[in-house]
């Protein structure tokens, strides 16, 4: 006796494949990662999402603008350059604006690697949810790894949540 498989049949739409850098901030409503590429599709499919904040400054590549055009998601940009320097607060405070709203849950964030300008918006939504300054920091590096920037811990501490 033996096995036969169908291999006919397109199987990479039923890989379920995260982004690099995939977390569940908030599970079934706020996810984090890295850029998603169109092999990550079906796993973001998956999720339901209603929204999409994308933290570069570069135009959303037309694979991704379909997919979420197909998908009926709602694309939020907010372009942060991924330099070293210091991070807009207004333009956390406008992309905090979107998280909250839970007319855009399910919602997935993300910038090129899903580490810096992902790790600062995540550490802000923290604060705003009363989280201890140590764990907000502890989870950027964990997501920052060994490129952890002291520029983006010093904006976490600093950053006011009353503005928001």
């Known amino acids: 006796m033996s096995l036969v498989l169908d291999l006919e ?5 039923h890989i379920l494949l995260p982004p690099t850098n995939f977390y569940a901030v908030e599970h079934n409503c706020i996810y984090r990662s890295g850029f998603p590429q169109p092999t990550n599709f079906s796993f973001l499919n ?22 979420l055009r197909i998908n009926n998601i709602n694309l939020f940009q907010f372009r942060i350059d991924g330099t070293k320097e210091v991070i807009s607060s207004d ?3 406008e992309a905090l604006r979107v998280i909250i709203d839970v007319r855009n849950h399910p919602v997935l964030i993300h910038c090129k690697r899903g580490k810096h300008r992902t790790g600062c918006l995540v550490g802000c939504l923290r604060k705003l949810q009363k989280w201890c300054l140590s764990d907000v920091v502890e989870e950027y590096k964990h997501f920052a790894g060994i490129k952890w920037r002291e520029t983006d811990v010093k904006f976490l501490e600093s950053f006011d949540v009353s503005c928001t």
């Open 9 to 13: 049949e397109d199987c990479d739409d």
């Open 46 to 67: 998956s999720l339901n999402l209603r929204s999409i904040i994308y933290l570069c400054p570069e135009p959303y590549p037309e694979a991704n603008v379909e997919f």
């Open 91 to 93: 333009i956390i405070t």
